[in-house]
């Protein structure tokens, strides 16, 4: 074979390997935004962030695979949201395919909200479980809201019943809620939320891939 006709199979090999690698990519970019989107549409629905007010800019994203979650990936990603008067910062994690903690930093301002927040720290959470059950469909979430009414928010403490446990931590920052699933005593998944300066601060939802570490 002579020299031309060895560049001219070179250069087809590499023509073809390029087309493959750039096929692969709309792929990829796809599930980054589907991911991304999903953030924007929790905090419209659930934090009720009125996203239109603000100029949106997804900063990066970056997919791990940590030891702990035994091979399951985990996309991690942060947006800025910016008006004339309230900047936001929002962090996320994905893990198992599934919106499982978030964190809202208040940069300058207030939140810009699609409807009046309460300054009850009993109605924040209950509303946002709340909302957070229709966003899922998930009615196993009522049992959370039921918890609500029978501890004070106000203080540290714990309630359980049945085989749902509820942990009320309060500080000078902020108000933590936390719902653990209960098995033979142990805790197991569920779902926590926090507020800062009656603001939503925090969100994690373990349960998705806690199944399935522990099947």
């Not at 990829?28 to 009125?50: K, M």
């Not at 100029?55 to 942060?78: F, I, M, N, R």
């Not at 301002?109 to 479980?129: N, V």
């Not at 009320?168 to 033979?184: N, P, Q």
């Amino acid at each position: 074979m002579n020299p031309w006709t060895k560049r001219l199979c070179l250069l087809l090999v590499l023509v073809v390997v390029s087309a493959a690698l750039f096929a692969c990519l709309p792929a990829v970019q796809l599930a980054e935004t589907s991911e991304a989107d999903e953030v924007l549409l929790f905090l419209e629905e659930v934090v009720r962030i009125d996203v239109a007010k603000y100029d949106v800019t997804l900063l990066g994203t970056s997919v791990t695979y940590p030891e702990w979650l035994d091979g399951l990936a985990q996309v991690t990603g942060k947006y800025s949201l910016e008006s004339e008067t309230s900047k936001l910062d929002v962090l996320f994690k994905f893990r198992n395919g599934t919106l499982s903690w978030c964190l809202m930093r208040v940069i300058e301002g207030s939140p810009h909200y699609t409807e009046l927040q309460s300054t009850s720290i009993h109605d924040l959470a209950d509303g946002f479980i709340q909302r957070y059950q229709d966003y899922l469909g998930d009615a196993d979430l009522e049992a959370m809201r039921s918890l609500l009414d029978v501890v004070d928010v106000t203080e540290n403490s714990t309630k359980t019943v049945d085989n749902l446990k509820l942990t009320v931590s309060v500080s000078s920052f902020s108000s933590c809620f936390d719902w653990r699933c209960t098995l033979d005593g142990a805790d197991c998944g569920g779902v926590d939320i926090s507020f800062h300066n009656g603001h939503f601060y925090a969100f994690g939802d373990d349960r998705s891939y806690y199944q399935v570490l522990t099947a």
